[in-house]
């Protein structure tokens, strides 16, 4: 082999050494390369799985927040309806299904316009009355997110029927008071010349004992004067109500026997006359003479409110929501006559408020004062064409010796002052006596 030659392979030799150092070099490189992304790509995991279980625990935790903010929105007494940008109802609670008298199917998806329209919840008169029979107040606002744009609407019903009852029973107490300051003063003005006139009719009757004719007209004039002085004793009975002389009653007893008294207005034999009593009534401590005028007062109503006959029903339940102490004693005189006028179920107890021609309207009026003497409340249920039921709510009587004695000491005193014990019952027909 030539120098030449020996060269050459010389520097092949080397290059090819050079080759397997850069290999190994290359190689070693790649080696710590691997193992670094190897550790990197631990770590990433770590990393990885770390923000997996935070967002499963934020996922968690919102759909807690979710289901707990959906519990309480179902559980709200205020109806919520959201609709989105295009007016569409997107969402709702089981208030405002209630509420509005329309099912939830029916709501999501409808225009929040019509909607309302056609739950008759449109007007702008307060407050709105809903098919259900509710009265209910509407708000409607926007509904924002963070940055303040707006994202849809918001509608709030709310239903206010108790403080619409409160609002019109406050306000009856209201026309109530003045009506019975004034009816008191003119009542004992009346009062003293109508004892003139029955003086001066009565001396007038001796004097025409030879002329029958113009002694009818006496007998009329003091007929007229005793019917204006009833009229008279039932208004100041209604403006300052005798204390109710409590004694411990059986309340069937006390039915039936104003049922008796009532007997002259059935004897037509067009009203058919039904009693259920329940044996687990208990006794009721009240002024079994105010009750029995309550009563003759609502069964008279009824007799009157069935011209064509029908049938008239006293019942007398247990009541354990009675207003006072302990378990009362719930009385409801039903009939099957034409109902009251829904316009006229806000003054039923107004003094003076009648609709016929020879009623007084002082009936429904002492009935409600002697019911609330006795701490009672009415509750009245009619619809037109098929009949009225008062449902007269009288609580338990003293729950203490203390209690009863003082009751009883409270009556006594009232019949120390010599009152008469008359039954008085002012209908919308007239009055009757017993």
Not at 271 to 286: E, G
Request: net charge neutral; with cysteine.
């Amino acid at each position: 082999m030539t120098t030449t030659g020996q060269e050459s392979a010389i520097k092949e030799q080397d290059l090819l050494k050079e080759a397997v150092r850069s290999f190994d070099v290359a190689a070693s490189t790649l080696k710590e390369s691997y193992r670094t992304l190897t550790a990197r790509l631990e770590r990433l995991d770590l990393e990885l799985a770390e923000r997996n279980e935070v967002l499963r625990r934020n996922l968690r935790e919102n759909e807690e927040m979710r289901e707990h903010l959906s519990a309480i929105l179902e559980s709200l007494s205020t109806g919520v309806i959201v609709a989105d940008r295009a007016g569409v109802v997107t969402r709702c609670n089981q208030a405002a299904e209630r509420l509005a008298g329309v099912p939830r199917a029916t709501m999501t998806g409808e225009s929040l316009a019509r909607l309302l329209r056609q739950a008759g919840l449109d007007g702008d008169h307060y407050p709105v009355k809903a098919r259900s029979g509710a009265y209910l107040t509407v708000m409607r606002t926007d509904l924002r997110n963070q940055a303040g744009e707006s994202t849809g609407s918001l509608v709030l019903l709310q239903d206010i029927t108790e403080i619409r009852r409160l609002e019109e029973h406050a306000q009856r107490r209201d026309r109530l008071a003045s009506m019975g300051e004034m009816v008191g003063r003119i009542a004992h003005e009346i009062r003293n010349p109508l004892g003139s006139i029955e003086l001066f009719a009565s001396m007038l009757r001796r004097g025409l004992d030879g002329a029958r004719d113009l002694k009818t007209y006496a007998d009329h004039i003091s007929a007229a004067v005793h019917a204006m002085d009833r009229l008279l004793t039932n208004l100041l009975l209604y403006v300052r109500p005798k204390p109710p002389r409590a004694r411990w009653h059986d309340v069937a007893q006390v039915v039936r026997e104003t049922l008796a008294l009532a007997a002259h207005a059935t004897v037509n034999g067009r009203i058919a006359t039904r009693t259920r009593c329940d044996a687990r009534a208990p006794r009721v401590w009240c002024d079994g003479l105010q009750i029995k005028q309550a009563l003759l007062n609502l069964i008279l109503n009824a007799i009157q409110a069935m011209p064509d006959g029908g049938v008239l029903t006293v019942t007398v339940h247990p009541d354990r929501t009675s207003r006072g102490h302990g378990s009362g004693v719930r009385i409801a005189v039903s009939d099957t006559g034409h109902g009251i006028d829904p316009a006229h179920r806000s003054r039923i107890f107004d003094p003076f408020f009648t609709t016929k021609e020879t009623g007084t309207g002082l009936g429904l009026a002492i009935v409600h004062a002697i019911v609330e003497a006795h701490r009672g409340h009415i509750e009245v249920e009619s619809a037109a064409g098929r009949g009225t039921t008062f449902s007269l709510v009288l609580p338990g009587g003293p729950t203490t010796e203390g209690e009863r004695v003082s009751g009883e000491a409270l009556g006594q005193a009232t019949e120390a002052t010599g009152d008469a014990a008359t039954l008085t019952c002012v209908c919308e027909g007239g009055e009757l006596d017993e």
